[in-house]
């Protein structure tokens, strides 16, 4: 068996494009005229400054209003729920309380009679 031997060709080297050298742009000259100042000149109000008009941004902003309200009351609502568990807890446990101190009284009392 023959060995072969595969051969690759190498491109040559390119060289890079030659940059041209960029002359600077001669700016236009302004007119005389151009460069006078003006004063600014009041627009015509086009509507009163209080003016209520209902537009469809007036209809978004009531919606987001109440959902924000809502949103709140329900939180409110259920804050007050959790306070009311804590209310019921509190008062079974001063109950049990109680419950035991009338308990231990009671065995107390009946080993003093023994």
Do not use: C, H
């Amino acid at each position: 068996m023959a060995k072969r031997i595969t051969t690759t060709k190498k491109s040559a080297a390119k060289k890079a494009p030659v940059k041209r050298a960029t002359t600077p742009r001669k700016g236009t000259k302004s007119s005389k005229a151009s460069t006078k100042q003006r004063s600014f000149k009041l627009a015509p109000e086009t509507q009163p400054f209080i003016a209520f008009k209902v537009t469809e941004q007036t209809v978004y902003w009531l919606i987001f209003t109440m959902a924000i309200l809502f949103l709140g009351l329900w939180i409110l609502k259920i804050n007050l729920q959790v306070q009311d568990i804590y209310d019921q807890i509190d008062q079974n446990r001063i109950s049990q309380m109680e419950t035991d101190d009338q308990y231990e009284k009671a065995l107390a009392a009946q080993r003093n009679k023994d």
